[in-house]
C-alpha cells in the first residue's frame, strides 16, 4: 500500500482492531475486521459501525448558499427546512451524473453536501461555477456511520444524544458525552435503521471507541458493498457515471425539473422525454456463485448488456448484481457469463432484501 494514501483519524484504531486495510479512492480503508459475512450478518440485526471519513465534507455558508445549490443539483433545495436532508445528484451540462450527494440544511445560509470521495473536487467545482464559496472540511472532518435495528438506541447510549427522536433524513448539530461538537445525519447507505456522525478533529476517535465499548460491531467497506447492493444502491462509477442519466438508474424522482435552471436540466428533459433504451435491473442468480462487475448478461447467445455491479448476498445466499439491459421485465431470465461461466438468473426489481426501515 502506498505512503500516498491518505488516512483517517481512526487509522491506528483500525490497525490495532486487525483490520484488513485496502486502498479506494485515495485513502488507506478498512476493508474488514472479522470478516465480511459476519460484519453484514451485524448490521441486519443489531447494529455495526463504519468509518467513511473518505466521503467528502462541504460546508456552504453564504446568504445566497440555496441558491448556488439549486442551481447545481437537480432535486430541490427549496422544500427542505432547517435540519432536514436530500438526496441529490450533480450533473453536468448534457444530463451525465458528475455524483450523487446528500445535501443538509442546517440554516437557511449554512449547508452541508457530502460526494462521494473520489469526486469532491468536481462537486466542489460545480458549486463554484455558480458563484459560491465552498469550504472543504473533508480531510479534517471524520464520518462515522452507525448502521442496523439497535444503531440508533446504542449511539444514545453511548453518546448521550437523542437521535432516536429524530426523523429519517434529519440533521442536526449535537454535544456528545465530555462536549464533543457532534453533526448528526439521520441518513445511511445500508437500508438499516442509523446515522452518520460528523466529527472534526481527533474527538472522533474518543466518539469511535464509545460506540465499541456500547456494543458496536466495527464494520469494513466488504460489508458496506454487499449491504448496498442487497438494497442496490448505485454506486458511483459503476451504475451511475457521465454517461448514464437518472432516468435510466430510475433516479428520476431525485430531479425536480420544474424547480428552476441547473446545471444539466435541458438534457435531463430531452433525455426523460426520449425515454432510455436500457433501465438498471437486478439480477439474483439460482445458485451460491457470486457475480461479478464487467460481466456479459446473455439472452440466448446474444450479449445484451454487462453487470455494472455483482457479489455474494449474504442475506439470501446467492449471487446477486445489477446491469443495464434494454427490453426485459421483472421475471424474464437471463445468463450472466462470469469467467467463462453462465450463472442463470431472474431479472428483479430491486430491492433484493425488503428492509422497510429507512435509514
Known sequence: MGDDLFTTVLHERHLALGATMAPFAGWSLPLSYAGTVVEHT?????????????????????????????????????????GQSQYTLCCDEAGGVIDDCIVYRLETDRWIVIPNAANTPAVVSALAEHGTAVDDRSRD?????????????????????????????????????GGVDVVVCRTGYTGEIGCELLVEGEPAAEVFDALLDAGATPCGLGARDTLRLEMGYPLHGHELTTHTTPWA???????KLDHGSFTGRDALAAAKEAGASRNLWGLRSDGRRPLRDGCAVLIGDDEVGGTTSGGFSPTLEVGIGLAYLPGVTVGDHVEVDVRGRRIGCEVVWPPFVDRSPKG
Open 42 to 82: 451485524a448490521v441486519r440485526n443489531d447494529a455495526g459501525v463504519f468509518d467513511v471519513s473518505h466521503l467528502g465534507t462541504l460546508v456552504v455558508t453564504s446568504s445566497d448558499a440555496r441558491r448556488a445549490i439549486s442551481e447545481t443539483f437537480t432535486n430541490d433545495p427549496a422544500l427542505l427546512e432547517d
Open 141 to 177: 472532518t471524520a464520518v462515522i456511520a452507525v448502521q442496523g435495528p439497535r444503531a440508533l438506541e446504542l449511539a444514545d447510549a453511548a453518546l448521550g444524544l437523542e437521535i432516536q427522536s429524530m426523523e429519517h433524513l434529519a440533521v442536526a448539530e449535537a454535544t456528545a458525552f
Open 249 to 255: 438508474a430510475g433516479l428520476g424522482w431525485a430531479v
